[in-house]
Each structure stands twice: as structure tokens, then as C-alpha cells.
């Protein structure tokens, strides 16, 4: 699934339900899609690790450089 299809998905189904008095449009949900995903790795680079309920564990694992 690409960020697009997800930002697809979450505005239409907000609409669906009627969330807001007025639509969400693609563009609103892009954003805040994208605030997430910079929450997410902003927590991973300052604390090597997030865990989200129901969702999963991620954490920054280092690597022997490649040659």
C-alpha cells in the first residue's frame, strides 16, 4: 500500500462517517498522514524506539556497513 492509497482510504472513510461538518479533502489528509509519519521517525531518531498499541514495536537496529 503507497502513502497515496492510504491518504485515499482515511479521507474517504472520514467522509464517509461525516467527521467534520464540511469534507476532508485529499490534500488535509495528505498532512497530517505525513505528521504522523514524521512523529513516528522523529521519535525513532531521538529514542531508538516507538511502540504503537495494536499496531506494532519498531527500533532502530545498527548494521555492519556494507561492503
Known sequence: MTKKEIVKTICDRA???KL???NLT???TKEIVQWTFEAIIDTLVTEGRIEL???G???VKRRKPRR
Request: aromatic share 14%; charged share 35%; proline share 0%.
Open 15 to 17: 467522509n464517509k462517517k
Open 20 to 22: 467534520l461538518k464540511g
Open 26 to 28: 485529499q490534500l488535509a
Open 53 to 55: 498499541r495494536n499496531f
Open 57 to 59: 514495536v519498531f527500533e
